[in-house]
């Protein structure tokens, strides 16, 4: 044992030592090379599938992104797309957070250690309740998709049978929940875009999987809307104002296009301005063609992406939270304040500082995957940014690239999925050694601007 510690010393080799973000990201891995395997076997699929696709779809579906080479429909069997819809629900609620559930139902005790997993997984600022919070999550959860699938029901069992009709209806709760983005149909939502009952359910769906767990265990029990804590008031009024901008410019926008909105009747036009305005942050569905979005309306929708859903959710970006203390660090510069105030309340100079770090982490990862792709893809340069920020938002919406990636473009789209899913502080911190800093240095000054 004492020279395995010499030999440890001498080549600066740490013992293994408990990481909670480093084993949640290989959780995650190990979740997508099972289901990469189901995916491969034979009565998995219609057609033989090569091993990257069924790499790429198998870390689509547990990132919960949504993008797809092919359509799914017309590759997979039945039991090819349950294995999808089973990766889609264990991704987006968490690996841990079933191990949690499955472990609780056997009756077991549940370790320190699985204890500080979930509170890294659920992005907790302490580790008591935790445990509480996961069964609260997947009991609404469960019942949600239960109620979405209700909804959408009394649009598909009369279009598709009983059968057909409540399997269709409880894969599209379960993907809308979840942020997923996969459909059973090839134009995505697009045959529906008039349609109330489709557009209001998906919509809240997307809403409530997006805001983020610890919103909704808040707002359940909180009577009134002063009685929510700081970061649950900050979600609902910057989700409110993001969504309601997004709705009003893409109605704008895209209200004369006649390969989008134009020909639409003003009712549909509504409702499908609603629709592009809350889908893109988050999940990826799209009742309209995402290719003949204008210039405009793509760029928008990559920024809407980019910054993406709650902490907690099952959303990708850098989370609406994090965006929303930038731009209040921003506006506290300008103004010459030297703390950031939201609602009454100041932040501290750690949380500003891990919302730039997460920030500048994912500008620079996105940077290089557009510039890996910009080397060996032959195709539109803004067609291949959409692609990698909705790779990076886990959002899922495409305009038609996928299928044209080649094999290490596909590999490439792969990793920022699974970025996006773990998050950059997340998976830095699966690497980087933490010291105390005990030294503080004389002040310097850097000129800036």
């Known amino acids: 044992m004492s020279s395995l510690k010499r030999i440890l010393n001498k080549f600066d080799i740490k013992p293994f030592t408990f990481n909670p973000p480093l084993l949640l990201a290989l959780l995650l891995f190990f979740l997508i090379i099972l289901g990469t395997l189901l995916l491969k076997l034979p009565f998995s699929t219609e057609r033989p599938i090569s091993w990257t696709d069924a ?14 080479p092919f359509d ?15 990766l889609i629900q264990v991704g987006g609620i968490g690996v841990m957070s079933f191990a949690v559930f499955f472990i609780i139902l056997l009756g077991k005790r549940i370790s320190m250690k699985q204890r500080q997993l979930m509170q890294e997984a659920l992005n907790q ?52 929940f979840n942020q997923a983005g996969f459909t059973m149909f090839p134009d ?38 002063s009685d929510l804590a700081l970061h649950s008031k900050v979600m609902l009024v910057g989700t409110l104002i993001i969504d309601t901008v997004a709705i009003s410019a893409i109605f704008l926008i895209e209200c004369s296009n006649p390969h989008t909105l134009g020909p639409l009747p003003l009712g549909d036009k509504i409702l499908a ?26 760029l928008l929708s990559m920024a809407l992406m980019f910054i993406g859903g709650g902490s907690t959710s099952t959303s990708g970006g850098i989370k609406l939270s994090t965006f929303i203390l930038i731009v209040a660090e921003v506006i506290a510069f300008l103004k010459g304040k030297k703390e950031v105030v939201l609602m009454k309340r100041t932040i501290s100079q750690q949380i500003i500082a891990r ?21 060996t893809e032959d195709l539109p340069f803004l067609d291949l940014t959409h692609e990698v920020v909705s790779a990076f938002g886990t959002a899922g919406a495409s305009t038609g690239v996928t299928s044209h990636l080649t094999d290490f473009g596909k590999f490439v789209i792969i990793c920022v999925m699974f970025f996006g899913k773990i998050g950059p502080l997340t998976l830095a911190f699966s690497f ?15 000129y800036t601007g």
């Open 55 to 68: 790499f790429f779809f198998s870390t689509s579906a547990s990132t919960v992104t949504g993008l797809a």
């Open 72 to 86: 799914m429909n017309e590759t997979f069997t039945l039991f090819g797309e349950i294995v999808l819809m089973v």
């Open 125 to 176: 600022p302490s580790i008591g309740g935790v445990i509480r919070l996961v069964l609260w999550l997947f009991g609404f959860s469960i019942s949600i998709e239960l109620v979405g699938c209700v909804f959408l029901a009394a649009r598909f069992v009369p279009e598709f049978g009983w059968i057909k009709g409540l399997y269709y209806s409880l894969f599209h709760a379960i993907s809308a």
């Open 188 to 225: 995505s939502l697009g045959s529906y875009v008039g349609d109330p009952i489709i557009n209001l359910t998906i919509t809240l769906l997307i809403t409530l999987g997006g805001i983020g767990f610890s919103v909704l265990a808040d707002l359940w029990s909180s009577r009134r809307f």
């Open 273 to 298: 301005a609603w629709f592009q305005g809350i889908s893109p942050r988050t999940a990826g569905f799209s009742t309209v063609d995402t290719g003949e979005l204008s210039h405009a309306t793509l």
């Open 355 to 375: 919302a730039m770090a997460i920030t500048f982490i994912s500008v620079f990862v996105v940077f290089l995957a557009l510039l890996l792709l910009s080397l």
């Open 432 to 446: 980087a050694r933490r010291s105390p800093a005990n030294i503080r240095y004389p002040d310097g000054e850097i």
